[in-house]
């Protein structure tokens, strides 16, 4: 069973369910829901070419075995089954991607075919299909599932491409939209579900959410791996520790060498040391120091040394001797009597 437990037997419940029907609209609903030793559902084409009728046949078929299974005494007696699992439902958010509810209920594939054949018949629930926004979903409450799409669909309008947010605030962002949900259903474990709904939004292996076409989320190859361990690690990181994080993270094998070359020709990525390498996004300069130092001297004017000294600091990360040396070229750099640096 999966983390949820029910008290019925849903095998138990669709063999009654099963036995008001006739011959073949049993065998058809069998195959079409996958509830017999074959779990994989058959399409209306494969069921019609088996019994040499059309497909539409068949859709009338299943229709028919639906309604003569609702409009059935045995119907009314399970009416217990279809309230326990809608209370399920309730629990778990009350509108839940059809894979997750499943998987919630039975681990077992064979019994997650019956559960999902419940949710068919019952009229307690409402199937939404995949759509560009979001993924094959159930609702049992139609209030709240109009107000979690709306939600979702606000969300994702607030993101831009290159969003990447935390979990913990991407889930209070997603709060800020849902105002008008009962509260009972605003903790984590239900938000976290309402957001895996939407197929434009989701989570890369560090768990930061953003648009779910940017690289940032769905990465893909050693650029995108290492933009986001250097995201995280937050200051610049010498190539081989890139390519080993990158290892340790993503469960990937990344190569020194190939980790380097990709860093170097990859615009979101700045050398600032010794093979160090620092993300353009933090406002890091490229180029020999001397070239940073003059950068800053012609932005600042004359600077004394400590104010040479932190301003490249800020910029590359080098020894401050190396800048301190650099910084006595008399070809580049001259001292006034206040002490302080121009440009030669």
Do not use: C
């Amino acid at each position: 069973m999966g983390n949820v437990s029910i008290s019925f037997k849903p095998k138990v419940v669709t063999k009654h369910f099963l036995g008001v029907l006739p011959r073949r609209a049993q065998d058809v609903i069998t195959k079409r829901y996958g509830l017999g030793a074959e779990t994989k559902k058959m399409t209306l084409e494969s069921i019609g070419e088996n019994y040499g009728i059309t497909r539409e046949r068949v859709r009338q078929i299943e229709n028919f075995a639906l309604t003569t299974i609702r409009k059935s005494d045995a119907f009314k007696e399970e009416m217990p089954t279809f309230d326990e699992l809608r209370k399920t439902m309730l629990s778990m958010g009350s509108i839940v991607p059809e894979s997750d509810f499943l998987a919630s209920v039975s681990s077992d594939k064979s019994n997650q075919n019956h559960i999902h054949f419940l949710l068919v018949l019952g009229e307690l629930f409402t199937k939404h299909k995949e759509d560009d926004d979001f993924s094959h979903r159930w609702s049992t409450d139609p209030e709240t599932a109009v107000k979690v799409h709306d939600s979702l669909r606000k969300l994702y309008a607030s993101l831009s491409d290159d969003d990447l947010i935390e979990e913990s605030k991407m889930i209070e962002r997603f709060l800020s939209h849902l105002k008008e949900v009962s509260e009972e259903y605003k903790n984590e474990e239900i938000l976290r579900r309402w957001l895996s709904l939407s197929k434009k939004m989701g989570k890369n292996p560090l768990g930061e959410w953003g648009m779910a076409s940017s690289p940032n989320v769905s990465a893909r190859g050693v650029r995108d791996y290492a933009f986001l361990v250097l995201r995280k690690n937050g200051s610049p990181m010498h190539f081989t520790e890139v390519a080993k994080a990158i290892g340790a993270h993503f469960d990937k094998q990344a190569h020194i060498a190939t980790t380097h070359n990709e860093l170097i020709k990859d615009k979101r990525f700045v050398l600032v040391g010794r093979g160090l390498y620092a993300l353009s996004e933090w406002g890091y300069s490229t180029g020999v120091v001397r070239d940073v130092i003059g950068e800053i001297i012609k932005k600042s004017g004359p600077l004394t040394r400590e104010e040479v000294v932190d301003k490249v600091m800020r910029e590359r990360y080098v020894k401050p001797n190396t800048i301190l040396v650099n910084l006595q070229n008399p070809k580049y750099f001259k001292k006034n009597k206040e002490g302080k640096y121009s440009l030669v």
